[in-house]
């Protein structure tokens, strides 16, 4: 017979009365044990249910059985406070960027949560900073994807200006990396078609240009040029170039930093010069045509 009871002793004999309570009593040491549940039920009341084999406690409605736990596995199955082995599905609420699923414990607004099916983000703060999308893509300062790449940096202030990386679907060449400002490339590191050679490319489409006319003054630019040879301090090599600050002078656009700059620190912040600059280039060019044409005159006199 299961140990189960309504918990009611009725008057009656000694026996009786001793009889019932020892049902009571059997019923409470062995948690209402029984194949079915109780027939007399009762707010927070515990049922080893030896049909399912789990142990269950009654909700506080007294309207329904709440899980516990496995009755035949250690600590009922429950991982304990220190840590333990999960051997089946651990699901948690989607949660969000403000209060994420998995959160870290006096910072609840800082971990794992789901912005929506397939997609994993990670919140710092309350705000989304990286996300892995259903195409497989990561996304890093932002939350959805607008540069087409498998690994996705945004800059700080601004989701679609960035890098990308592994990029092919916006260029006909193979893109290793590649750089956008408003959602427009502005240039990529990559190569072209077949080959194995690394080019390095600055975005230069027409429809990206106003043409206010052709390159004048070219000879005066290039005559304010002052090449030099000189030798790196660190590895002692030869080479040949110019100074960019000199340099600056003449090709503002080709010179990034400033003559002589230094950190908080006070140590130097070096200025930085393209290594091909379309602007020397476009003087040269316009140059020679001017020479060509002049020979030109020259010969036919």
Known sequence: MSPQADYICANGTGAAVRSD?????AAIVSNNSGATEPATMYAYQWWADTTTGLLKQRNSANSAWVTIGTLASTNLGL???????MTGVLAVTAGTAALPGIAVSGDLNTGLFSPGADTLA??????????????????????TSVLDGKLESHFTGSADNGAI?????NFASTTFLAFALSGTPIGTVGRVGATSAVVYNTTSDYRLKTIVGSVTGQGERID?????????KEGGEQSRGFLAHEFQTVYANSVTGEKDAVNADGKPVYQAMQASTAEVMADLVAEIQSLRARLSALEAA
């Open 21 to 25: 309570i020892n049902g009571q009593l």
């Open 79 to 85: 991982l304990p406070v220190a840590g333990g082995t």
């Open 122 to 143: 990670l919140a710092t703060g309350g705000t989304q900073r990286a996300t892995l999308n259903s195409s497989g893509r990561l996304l890093v300062g932002a939350a």
């Open 165 to 169: 990386f592994n990029e092919t679907a």
């Open 224 to 232: 304010a040029l002052k090449p030099i040879d000189f030798q790196w």
